[in-house]
C-alpha cells in the first residue's frame, strides 16, 4: 500500500501527488507542467511513518488468517 499525499508545486502551483515513499526516500517528482520539486523527509518523520505503516499492514495480515 502506498499513502497518497499531496502538495503544490512552488514553482506553479500545480497540484503534485507523491508517495509517502517518496518522500522517504526524497525522491524528486515533477508536476504537470514539468518542474522538477525535491521532497524532503525532514526529521525522517515520514520514513519513520513508512515503516509504522509497512509494521501496521504485516500486523492485520497476520489478524486476517
Ligand atoms: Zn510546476
Known amino acids: 500500500m502506498t499513502e ?3 502538495t503544490e508545486c512552488p514553482e ?3 497540484k503534485l501527488r507523491f508517495g509517502l515513499d517518496d518522500v522517504a526516500k526524497q525522491r524528486t ?3 504537470s507542467r514539468g ?3 525535491k521532497l524532503k523527509d525532514q526529521d525522517g518523520g515520514a520514513g519513520k ?3 509504522a505503516m509497512a509494521d501496521f499492514e504485516k500486523a ?3 489478524f486476517g488468517k
Open 29 to 31: 517528482v515533477r508536476c
Open 35 to 37: 518542474h522538477s520539486v
Open 49 to 51: 511513518a513508512s515503516k
Open 4 to 6: 497518497k499525499l499531496e
Open 60 to 62: 492485520l495480515k497476520r
Open 12 to 14: 506553479c502551483g500545480a
